[in-house]
């Protein structure tokens, strides 16, 4: 833990007291999304200390011509880009002339923000002592409105209560940003036009190369005491910016408020030609409905939201209010109504890591989306990755690989890869696998096969040939063998057999034979199709087999483990307790050869299989395994306490169990990796969604069956949490004495509960 000032709530992340060391911290936990676009939490106001502004617009890019230092033949020739989108945020307020900025004002008192994450609205309220003397009390709220996704809404009120005053609200747009993350500090927007029309402005940019079109808009209201005023705005317009100016005197004990409307549309929704026209239809329709009766709609929908996919927990306020910024993140990012997009591993908060899409999406995020929505949604996710296939292909071609054997990237925007550090582009390939698993999840959960014979089994065809084609065999240990790769563990790089890697590649190979049979048997004429257009012949098929059946696992009779990757037993084995604090995190203190030379695991690596495959190990195995590895893992990945989590409460380990889910549920709000300023770690808040449901709970399908093993923390009284399994809603609610299972639907459903079968009826309860 890194940081201690958000006051535990149950459904608010709350900061009190002005503090301009947390301004960038602050920005990121209280970023505000809706699916289609999103901020972080900068001030409205001028704001001249340190800062990371940002505002996203999802699916936009730039891309960033790679920066290396040693260029080698196959790298990516882009680092795509999140961006930083035009500002339509910003209202400079000035106070009798005297600009309003918490960084230079003489007092900021009774500094409060909250991030409502019921309703789904940002606040922040202050008293101010300008430079001036003059004090004023602001009050600020704003969302982004899920009904109308192309809209933002801002309420901003200051009240003079030390005199009267002249209060200027000055609303504006600007297109003249730039990216915090950038490789050549290029330009990435190009201003195309700067206007207005009665009380609105645009400006319409596009972005460099990509050539994405938008517009982004305004228009505002400005009002006393809550009565609307008119005010004729002073109005100054530049090459890449345009303001509105309201003056009014105002005083003391008055509130001057404005409401402002904001936000972008872009040519991947509309004509290219009309996107002043759609932002006047979509400005007319916020306008037409007004803030109030904007911020109630906004309420409503995540009532809705939260009536599926809220976590209770009863008896810890942390823990509670760690659940639910994580699920409030993620449906803040991603709401499945657009199969163009995916779920970026920084979200709307932040721009580094570049891209929208990594394999946590497949490994962590579909398991949430399956089962707290419906499962189109999960299916709109494996339908973005088969659009990809043909440039999964072409990647596995820039690497040598032929035959329609597939690659899926490290990090994309449009299916190609655009990571451009060798150890991960080259050779953390292990991402493949997990393209598969979600395909084998999806089927495991849903009961939907469809997808498989529709569009599934050509990329899992694409990524057996991968593997086959990876594999070389080694005389030595007549066996195949996998090398030169990097695990999850990405504090080993270039190392051979990888167990994870290894292990995957076999499943994969397995899998998609599996698929191939039943569809010749099952689905004839999807068989033809498929076999036509990916050329398969039979004695392709052989070598797949004989790859997956003599696949190479290093292994230790000694100890009886799976080891993470040859030679991993070589390293000198001095576990994480003994380093001191002031080394922590690694990756922030050692040269990275330090860290490669240490037996420091990052993530779940060796475990990361067991937590995938666990039905084909032992409980003793997993046992070991997890004693073994867990001691030299620093959790420095994002990813990694939600697995240990899962783990440790399949072990009984609840005291374990629970100081993981503490840790992956309050990563960010606690900072525990020094970086929350950089943007919050959206993808693994996923993964704290299953350290409940599938760690405590138990959650897992077996026999075609939902099935549980209930355990709770001494910590809790009791929580409780929804989910949708094949169109059943089944609530389950935990305490200390046992465990309730209420189902919503119109027919039976049998699940197992502790490995005995029971059958719930229909709107009914179940105590067991």
């Not at 901003?156 to 003249?176: A, C, H, N, R």
Request: aromatic content about 14%; overall charge negative; charged content about 25%.
């Amino acid at each position: 833990m890194n940081q201690d000032y958000i006051k535990p709530d149950n459904w608010s992340v709350i900061e009190e007291g002005f503090n301009a060391d947390c301004v960038k911290s602050s920005e990121s936990l209280f970023s505000i999304g809706n699916g289609a676009m999103g901020q972080r939490a900068n001030f409205e106001e001028q704001y001249s200390g340190p800062t990371f502004q940002g505002s996203y617009i999802a699916g936009v890019y730039y891309p960033d011509k790679t920066r290396v230092g040693w260029w080698k033949n196959g790298y990516p020739e882009y680092f795509a880009k999140v961006l930083n989108a035009p500002n339509w945020i910003g209202i400079n307020v000035s106070v009798n002339g005297e600009q309003l900025d918490l960084h230079t004002c003489k007092a900021v008192d009774n500094f409060r923000r909250e991030l409502n994450m019921r309703a789904g609205w940002l606040s922040r309220s202050f008293k101010a002592t300008l430079q001036n003397s003059v004090v004023i009390e602001v009050e600020a709220k704003r969302f982004l409105s899920l009904e109308l996704d192309e809209v933002g809404a801002i309420e901003y009120s200051v009240k003079p209560i030390s005199t009267d005053v002249e209060v200027v609200f000055q609303p504006y747009l600007d297109s003249g940003i730039t990216n915090e993350d950038t490789n050549w500090d290029d330009k990435f927007w190009d201003t195309l036009k700067v206007c207005n029309e009665n009380n609105q402005a645009f400006i319409e940019a596009k972005t460099m190369k990509t050539e994405f079109h938008t517009c982004t808009f305004m228009e505002s209201e400005v009002f006393v005491n809550g009565t609307a005023v008119a005010i004729k705005p002073l109005i100054e317009s530049g090459a890449n910016s345009i303001s509105f100016s309201y003056s009014n005197q105002v005083k003391q004990g008055e509130t001057y408020t404005i409401n402002k409307f904001g936000g972008y549309v872009v040519d991947t929704n509309h004509d290219k030609n009309k996107l002043i026209s759609a932002a006047k239809s979509v400005l007319n329709l916020a306008t037409e409905k007004g803030f109030d009766a904007l911020l109630e709609e906004q309420k409503q929908a995540w009532e809705r939201i939260w009536s599926m996919s809220d976590i209770s927990i009863s008896g810890d306020v942390k823990a509670q209010q760690g659940i639910r910024f994580n699920i409030f993140q993620l449906n803040q990012t991603y709401l499945g109504k657009d199969s163009r997009l995916n779920i970026g591993p920084k979200g709307f908060t932040g721009e580094k890591y570049g891209g929208s899409t990594y394999w946590d999406t497949e490994a962590y995020c579909i398991p949430f989306y399956m089962a707290t929505k419906d499962q189109n949604v999960a299916r709109s996710l494996l339908e973005y990755r088969y659009n990809h296939l043909e440039k999964a292909i072409e990647n596995a071609a820039k690497l040598g690989f032929t035959n329609g054997a597939a690659l899926y990237p490290m990090v994309t925007m449009n299916g190609e890869e655009c990571h451009n550090e060798w150890e991960i582009t080259f050779e953390e390939i292990h991402r493949n696998g997990a393209i598969a698993f979600a395909i084998f999840n999806y089927y495991r959960y849903t009961g939907d096969y469809s997808y498989i014979p529709e569009k599934g089994l050509e990329v899992l065809i694409g990524i057996a040939r991968f593997w086959q084609q990876r594999a070389t065999v080694s005389s030595a240990k007549n066996k195949y063998v996998i090398l030169g790769v990097t695990g999850p563990n990405e504090y080993e790089n270039n190392v051979n057999n990888n167990f994870y890697t290894n292990y995957l590649a076999q499943w994969c190979i397995n899998y998609a034979l599996e698929n191939i049979s039943k569809i010749e048997s099952e689905y004839p004429s999807d068989f033809a199709r498929i076999m036509n257009k990916v050329n398969l012949e039979k004695a392709e098929l052989s070598k797949w087999k004989a790859v997956a059946e003599n696949m190479y696992f290093p292994f230790s009779e000694e100890k009886q483990i799976y080891l993470q990757q040859d030679g991993f037993l070589d390293k000198e084995l001095i576990t994480v307790d003994h380093l001191e604090k002031a080394q922590r995190p690694i990756n922030q203190k050692w040269s990275w050869d330090r860290i490669l030379r240490s037996p420091y695991i990052k993530q779940a690596d060796t475990l990361q299989g067991f937590y995938f495959f666990e039905d084909q190990f032992s409980n003793e195995e997993l046992e070991r395994h997890f004693d073994f590895y867990e001691p030299f893992t620093v959790h420095e990945s994002s990813l990694s306490p939600c697995v240990h989590s899962i783990q440790a409460a399949k072990l009984d380990r609840m005291e374990q169990a629970y100081t993981f889910y503490l840790r992956t549920s309050r990563l960010d709000l606690d900072d525990y990796n020094n970086e929350v300023h950089e943007g919050l770690h959206i993808t693994s808040m996923a993964g704290t969604w299953m350290s409940i449901v599938e760690g405590f709970g138990g959650m897992r399908v077996k026999d075609d069956m939902l099935s549980f093993t209930p355990k709770i923390p001494k910590e809790w009284d009791e929580y409780s949490f929804k989910v949708n399994f094949r169109n059943h809603i089944l609530k389950v609610n935990v305490n200390q004495s046992g465990a309730k299972f209420e189902l919503e639907g119109d027919s039976d459903l049998q699940i197992l509960v502790n490995n005995s079968p029971v059958t719930i009826s229909r709107n009914s309860l179940l105590t067991v």
